[in-house]
């Protein structure tokens, strides 16, 4: 655990010292304010359109499905591919580090950014609720933490099929084409063909929704649960094979 202590740290420095990482955090924490800001304003226009205890929610469903999405695509693009191409990849892996700690470091790096961006969310939107005057009671802030911890795990898997895909380029812009391509054509699939959605761990960004809904059973939780467990197991299994036979 001590050998993979440094590599961590240091792969979180790389990610934080990026701009572009910077600025995905700075817009993620400001847009529910402005939002909040917006909606409070336009109440006595708008009447039914308000700020309410469901805000933390609403947002969540926004960013998984959009937002999460797309800065997870930009860190996997810089981790990986970019990282090949500018050859930084061979520098990291001329350390006495194993393949499996470099590829294990950024993993974990990913999602240590994806958990710090829901951090904010649900911090940012509970005080909005709180300035609002809509501030959640205790079963309703109990919900709220069960259902971003449901989007951390959606998230992961996600995060899991795309450092897969990441394997088979060596440019940051084609991974980013291919993959936001890849995306839509997965959210578009179950329009056509209904049973894509259940085998594909792109239909589930909103799936926090099922734990919050009274009407879904305990074995249909559990049965998703353990599909997003496996595909994110099977995905980092693959990435790692394909990371583990690149040549640098």
């Not at 291919?178 to 959605?197: D, E, H, Q, T």
């Amino acid at each position: 655990m001590h050998r993979w202590r440094p590599g961590y740290l240091n792969e979180l420095y790389l990610l934080f010292y990026r701009k572009k990482v910077v600025m995905f955090a700075i817009f993620s924490a400001l847009l529910p304010i402005l939002l909040a800001i917006s909606l409070h304003a336009l109440q006595p226009v708008l009447g039914l359109i308000a700020i309410s205890q469901s805000f933390p929610i609403e947002m969540l469903s926004i960013y998984t499905s959009i937002w999460i999405p797309l800065v997870i695509l930009t860190i996997i693009g810089d981790l990986f591919p970019n990282e090949l191409a500018s050859k930084t990849l061979k520098l990291a892996l001329l350390r006495p580090n194993s393949r499996f700690q470099v590829f294990g470091t950024k993993v974990a790096a990913l999602g240590t950014g994806i958990a710090g961006i829901l951090i904010v969310l649900g911090i940012v939107t509970f005080i909005c609720n709180l300035f609002t005057g809509t501030s959640a009671n205790f079963s309703e802030t109990v919900a709220m933490m069960k259902a971003y911890l449901a989007a951390y795990m959606s998230m992961i898997a996600l995060s899991a099929l795309f450092v897969f895909v990441s394997q088979f380029f060596k440019s940051a812009s084609s991974f980013m084409v291919f993959s936001l391509v890849l995306y839509a054509a997965a959210k578009i699939a179950p329009f056509l063909l209904s049973s894509i959605a259940s085998f594909s761990p792109v239909s589930y960004t909103d799936w926090h929704m099922l734990w919050l809904s009274q009407t879904v059973s305990t074995g249909k939780l559990l049965t998703t649960s353990l599909f997003l467990v496996s595909s994110c197991m099977l995905f980092m299994a693959l990435g790692y094979y394909k990371f583990d036979r690149k040549e640098v």
